[in-house]
C-alpha cells in the first residue's frame, strides 16, 4: 500500500483552475465511503485511520473550483481516487505542488513517485 506523508495543492493545467462546479464535487466525493464533507469544503477521509487519511478543503471562486489543499499519510490508491472524485478531468491534466518545496509536478509524475517518496520517508524521524 506505501503510505507517506505529504502536504500539496492541487491545481487544474497551468495552476489554473481545477475546475467543475463545488457541489457536484462534494456529491462525488460523499459517494467514497468513510469521507466527511463539510459545507464550508472542508474534508477529511480516513479509510484506515492512523495510515490511509487525508484532509483537505475545496477552494472554489466564479463558479468553478480554484484549487484544493491535500494533506495526510496515505496510499497512492487513496489519493487518485479522491483527486478523481474532485474533479472530472483528466488526473493528468492537474498539477501538485509541494509543500513546502515548493515543488510543481504534473500529477502523472507525482503518483508515479509516490512509491519512491513512501520508501524514502520510512524510518525518518517525525519532527511535526
Known amino acids: 500500500m506505501n503510505p507517506h506523508a505529504f ?3 492541487l491545481y487544474g493545467p497551468d495552476r489554473g ?3 467543475g462546479r463545488f457541489e457536484q464535487a462534494q456529491q462525488r466525493m460523499e459517494q467514497l465511503p ?8 472542508s474534508f477529511a477521509w480516513m479509510r484506515q485511520p492512523g495510515s ?4 483537505g478543503i475545496l477552494y472554489d471562486a466564479a463558479g468553478e473550483i480554484q484549487y484544493c489543499d491535500l494533506h495526510g499519510n496515505c496510499s497512492r490508491d487513496t489519493l ?8 472530472t478531468r483528466s488526473l493528468s491534466g492537474l498539477e501538485v505542488l ?9 500529477f502523472e509524475c507525482f503518483a508515479n513517485h509516490w512509491n519512491e517518496t513512501a520508501a524514502n520517508s520510512r524510518g525518518k524521524p517525525d519532527h511535526g
Open 98 to 106: 509541494l509543500l513546502p518545496e515548493q515543488d510543481l509536478q504534473d
Open 7 to 9: 502536504h500539496v495543492y
Open 34 to 41: 468513510g469521507l466527511f464533507f463539510e459545507l464550508d469544503g
Open 52 to 55: 490511509d487519511e487525508i484532509y
Open 17 to 19: 483552475p481545477i475546475g
Open 80 to 87: 487518485t481516487q479522491l483527486c478523481a472524485a474532485i474533479t
